[in-house]
Structure formats: C-alpha cells, structure tokens
C-alpha cells in the first residue's frame, strides 16, 4: 500500500469511481446546454436567466460545477504526481494552489447561479 | 545490401562520462537474422560490448532490449520485424538504470513484483495430497501464468517510467491478478487492500504499451482491468 494525503478520494478506487462518474454528468450537462442552443437560436437574457432560475436547472448546475471541481482535482493531482515527481516542494505548493483555485471557482459559481 | 548499420548504445560507467552511440557494419549475407543473433556478430567486431542472453528461444527472458524504438526480445526478434532502411538502433530497455552497455539493473523491477507476493497463500489445512482444482478454475491462469519476466512491458509503460517506486507496473500486475484469479489462494482480501492506493493499479491509464510489446502475447491491460472490478466490487 502506497500512502497518500493530497488526492481528493483518500483511495485509489474512489478516485477512479469520482473521474468516471463526474465525467459522465459533465457530458451530459454539456450536451443538455449544447442542445438548448441549438433549440434556442434567438436567445435573449429573459429566456437564458430565466433557466437558470428554476430550482431543478440550477441543481443540475451545481451538480455539474461540483463534478468540474472534483475532475479537475483528481485530474491534475494525477498530473502533478507524474510530472513534478521529483520536487517535492513545488509540487505541494501547485497541489495546494489547485486545491485553492477549485475552491474558489466552485464558491464563485455558486454565487452566480443563486446571486442573481 | 547484406550490410546492416547498427547503431549501439555504449555506456561503461567506469570509462565513459556518458553514453554515446557507437556504429557498426555488419554483414548479414542476406539472411534474415534474429538480432541476438547481430549482437554476436558485433560481439566479434568488438569483445568489449555487454549484453545479458541465456536460452536464446524466448523463454529466459533476460535479453530484453529496445530494438528501433520497441522493446523486445532480441533472440526472438528477426531482423524483418524491426529493421526500416537498413538500420538498426539498439538501446538497453528504458527507464532502468543502466549498468552497462544493454545490461540494465532490474531491481526496481524486482522489488515490483516482490510486492505482491507472488506465491500461493492459502490458511485452509493441508490436504493429505494435493489442492485440487476444477479445469474451468485452472483454465483462468491461462494468459498469465506464462509471463516469463522479462520487463519489456513495464520498461515501455511511461507510467512506471514516472512512478517504478509506487506503481507497480504491467509485469507485477499481471503476476498480481494470476494469484487474485487462482482458486486455491485465500489471500484475495489481503491481496486487494494493498493496491487499492492511487499509484499501485490505477496509475494505468490504459494506453496499452505492454500489450504491444509483450513477446509472450499476454494482455496486461486486461489484467488490470479485472483487478479493478475485483477492486470495485470488493468495495461497493
Ligand atoms: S507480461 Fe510479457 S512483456 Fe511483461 S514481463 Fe511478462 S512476458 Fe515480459
Ligand atoms: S496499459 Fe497501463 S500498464 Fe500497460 S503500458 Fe499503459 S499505463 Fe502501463
Ligand atoms: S535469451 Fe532467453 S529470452 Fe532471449
């Protein structure tokens, strides 16, 4: 056993299970704002603030910003452990800058989505 | 064009500041030769060059080496598989340390497949013969008992060449999964709780370098795969 603290799922396997099944909700909110588009060609503020005010819209948004953040930790926890391998101090500092800047863009868009 | 230009990587740590590549013309006489077979030729030219061969049919598994980019068994590897424009460009297998010439040092590569404990566990009482098991359950060793550790998979998997100290690589894991498969062992439990950490297994990103270097044609991707399920369903 490899021991690890700055991974999001402590284990290995939840990692693993967390990349997969954020992915999937990732996709399917890209395709479901993708589709609206395409539905939507004249879209104006009144119908696009609208959907973001109906409650259902905005905790499928959330979902998603959430499952962006824990996809982009994993993710680049993986990259930061292969390629910053040998530096241990520039490699904390980046992970914890990560860690950081995810916190903040999921804090930022949740006050989007309920701010308006 | 019976001249075969071979280029070797030279390396004696206690003579050279660096490895360097040395050339050779060799004279195949227009036979389709097994590389090893070339090393011997060079071996005349010049005795002062090291390589490691034992069996010289592809079951020792100690003449592991990077033939044009790919890695391989030399004795088991004719020149019309690898050689592009009449040249051939000879490398020790990468990511190992090199002790000499192509003889690298496998210990990390060793103490990978030490790790996993690759003999029979088994705490149920001795029977008076033997542990008997079905043909259906011995016909799951198939694919991953014949691996003869020859290292050509993990020395070509950039995730082991990043991590050979946490990931334990194609070779150890194949070996891993042909005890997690084995009807006879009772360590399954034990056995997965030591790779479920994020570098053991899942540090395979599953581009399948091993499959397309293994000279015995085993699948180590697969293997990994199956210790994922076994992984996930043990924990969900
Ligand atoms: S799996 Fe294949 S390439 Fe890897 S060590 Fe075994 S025989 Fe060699
Ligand atoms: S499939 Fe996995 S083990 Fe095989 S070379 Fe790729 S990362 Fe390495
Ligand atoms: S010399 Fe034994 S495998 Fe090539």
Known sequence: MVTNITNPGRSGLADWLIQRVSAVILALYTLFIVGYLLFNPGLDYIAWSGLFSQAWMRIFSLLAFVSLAAHAWVGLWIVTTDYLNKWVGIRLAVQTFIILAVFVFLVWGIQVLWGA | MSTLQVSLYRYNPETDSAPYMQEFQID????????????????????????????????????????????????????????????????????????????????????????????????????????????????????????????????????????????????????????????????????????????????????????????????????????????LTNAT
């Open chain 2, 28 to 231: 195949t006489q227009g036979r389709d030769l097994m590389v090893l077979n070339v090393l011997e030729l060079i071996k005349e030219q010049d005795s002062t060059m090291v390589y490691r061969r034992s069996c010289r049919e592809g079951v020792c598994g100690s003449d592991g080496m990077n033939m044009n980019g790919k890695n391989g068994l030399a004795c088991v590897t004719p020149l019309s598989d690898v050689v592009r424009n009449n040249k051939l460009v000879l490398r020790p297998l990468p990511g190992l340390p090199v002790i000499r010439d192509l003889v690298v040092d496998m210990g990390i590569f060793y103490r990978q497949y030490e790790r996993i404990q690759p003999y029979l566990q088994n705490d149920d009482p001795t029977p008076a013969i033997e542990r008997l098991q079905s043909p259906e359950d011995r016909d799951k060793l198939d694919g991953l008992y014949e691996c003869i550790l020859c290292a050509c998979c993990s020395s070509s998997c950039p995730s082991f060449w990043w991590n050979p100290d946490k990931f334990v690589g194609p070779a150890g894991l194949l070996q891993s999964y042909r005890f997690l498969a084995d009807s006879r062992d009772t360590a399954t439990r034990d056995r997965l709780a030591d790779l479920e950490d994020p570098f053991s297994v899942f540090r395979c990103r599953g581009i399948m370098n091993c499959v397309s270097v293994c000279p015995k044609g085993l699948n180590p991707t697969r293997a990994i795969g199956k210790i994922r399920e076994m992984l």
